[in-house]
């Protein structure tokens, strides 16, 4: 009997990254039982593995065909050079950061001729070359931000997303080198049976992305002002309008961004004379 093929998805065993890979698949309708803190899992309704890695260890496991697909950093994608391996890429947006050149406050330092610590090698050496800076490099894997205070380094190239630890350690941003987020790659070469089934599931992981932020709104209005809320209502498509008991009146039914204009379009609608507006939150869109 043939076996049936199941695609390998490595992710981050724990840290920034890991749990809100797993929620993402979640949200997309994937489901196990077992133990998530197990070296990897068979997902029971889709032939997906997920294996649990370090962060540092995914694309060795993707260029030695343990694993297919993989969630990762565009950081670390650039920082090991991956991207000419990679068949698809799929921003997640999640794990948002920036990597940045950091100096202690108040410092003039020039950075043709300074000392550099990080965890960022490749990328900074690349910066560097193309800036025509010259800087001495120390290579750091974690802490890299003590660096300036231990006068090890002139200069950080770290990770920033709250910019808590730069604050605490007295560093002030002076540039940002790359901007970065989760990232759902698909290795070249993957069998056809395979590639079939990584399309199956980004249909699926798109659903859940496209999904974000949106909201359905039913409501209720004379439908005299049914142009004055059309006009109001931003939809995906235009909205759906159903009669009512009461012949004046209809129940309207829109999809919309919750974005910085959300909460004044509610109150148009209520200006306008809409009532009994209810808003919930949508799971998946296909579009
Ligand atoms: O432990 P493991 O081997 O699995 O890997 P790891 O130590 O690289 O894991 P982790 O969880 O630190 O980082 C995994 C990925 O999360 C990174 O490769 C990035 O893609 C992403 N990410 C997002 C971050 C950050 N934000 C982040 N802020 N990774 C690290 N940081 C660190 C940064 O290095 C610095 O020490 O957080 C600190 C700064 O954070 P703020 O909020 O104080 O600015």
Redesign the pocket.
């Known amino acids: 009997m043939k076996q049936q093929t199941v695609l390998r998805l490595a992710v ?2 724990s ?3 890991g749990d809100e890979a797993l929620d993402l698949l979640k949200k997309a309708g994937l489901f196990w039982r077992a133990d998530e803190r197990r070296l990897s899992i068979q997902v029971e309704n889709f032939p997906l593995e997920i294996i649990f890695l ?3 260890d995914i694309i060795e496991m993707l260029r030695d065909d343990v694993a297919d697909i993989a969630i990762l ?1 565009e ?2 994608i650039q920082e090991e050079n991956y991207s000419a391996e990679i068949r698809v890429t799929k921003d997640l947006g999640f ?3 920036r990597l940045c050149l950091a100096v202690p406050k108040n410092s003039e330092i020039d950075l043709n001729g300074a000392t550099i610590a990080t965890s960022y090698p490749n990328i900074l050496k690349s910066y560097l070359k193309k800036q025509k800076f010259s800087a001495k490099i120390i290579e750091m894997q ?1 802490s890299v ?1 003590v660096a300036p205070a231990l006068q090890i380094a002139d200069a950080i190239c ?9 604050r605490s350690h007295n560093l002030v941003e002076i540039e940002t080198i790359l901007f ?1 987020s ?1 990232q759902l790659v698909a290795k070249k070469g993957l069998a056809a049976e395979k590639t079939e089934l990584f399309e199956k599931l980004l249909v699926r992981i798109d659903s859940v992305l496209s999904a974000k932020n949106l909201k359905s709104i039913v409501l209720n209005a004379p439908k005299k002002i049914i142009p004055e809320i059309i006009e109001v209502l931003p939809g995906l498509d235009s909205p759906t309008i159903m009669p009512l008991a009461d012949e004046d009146w209809v129940a309207m039914h829109s999809v919309v961004t919750e974005d910085e204009q959300f909460w004044d379009t509610i109150q148009k609608l209520k200006a306008l004379g809409a009532s009994g507006i209810l808003i919930q939150p949508i799971e998946r869109v296909i579009v």
């Open positions: 981050q065993k840290g920034r990254l370090r962060n540092s950093g950081n670390t794990g948002n950061c974690g931000e770290d990770l920033v997303s709250s910019g808590n630890t730069l970065s989760a």
